[in-house]
């Protein structure tokens, strides 16, 4: 266990008891539950205060459980410099509850905001520019939500012969492939150059 991770957890939970939900260390890595009211004065905390000092926004980024009533968590991943340490802030809502953008506070969650709103569907509240940046004009969905189709979606291109744009059905065609899973020791078969000479005999390779 990290002692100074659960230290760091123990004074952060202390000195921002109304904005931290729970805390948790997972895999060695600090994690602190927020609520959307709570998290710009919780990010303002831990972007300032003297014993954090998380100044880089380093992730934002999105996970999707649909059975869950607040099927989204948003992560925002942090890192101190001046510390050595990373935290984790994790933030649960749904398809229709905004989230304060953070972008007042780490004005590097502009695009990451913009990139979890076009993949995920999750609304930022206050953005200065909510709109797509990965998908094409006038997609509609967020492709990485698990209930996404995968099939009935066009894509958009240029096409030289016709000089106009176009849009055609998307095609996520794989050939069949077989995969060896045999170690390449076990299934190395023939010889290869310069494995005869562990067949010489040591009195013939003296001669």
Not at 12 to 40: K, Q
Request: contains cysteine.
């Amino acid at each position: 266990m990290n002692q100074a991770l659960i230290d760091l957890g123990d004074y952060i939970a202390g000195a921002a008891a109304n904005e931290v939900e729970r805390s948790e260390l997972v895999s060695d890595e600090l994690i602190l539950w927020t609520r959307p009211a709570s998290l710009i004065r919780l990010m303002t905390m831990l972007r300032d205060d003297s014993n954090c000092q998380f100044k880089v926004l380093v992730s934002v980024c999105g996970a999707d459980y649909p059975a869950r009533e607040r099927r989204f968590e948003v992560v925002y991943n942090l890192l101190s410099m001046k510390h050595n340490q990373r935290i984790r802030v994790k933030v649960a809502t749904d398809e229709a509850t905004p989230v304060p953008s953070v972008v007042g506070v780490f004005p590097s969650a502009n695009w990451f905001e913009r990139e979890t709103w076009d993949l995920y569907g999750v609304l930022f509240s206050d953005h200065p520019d909510l709109r797509r940046i990965l998908t094409d004009y006038g997609f509609e969905g967020h492709p990485l939500r698990k209930d996404f189709p995968l099939t009935g979606y066009v894509e958009v291109r240029y096409d030289e012969e016709q000089k106009r744009v176009v849009y055609e059905p998307v095609k996520l065609v794989q050939d069949f492939r077989t995969f060896d899973f045999t170690s390449p020791w076990e299934g190395m078969t023939r010889q290869l150059p310069g494995d005869e000479k562990a067949n010489v005999p040591q009195d013939e390779g003296k001669a």
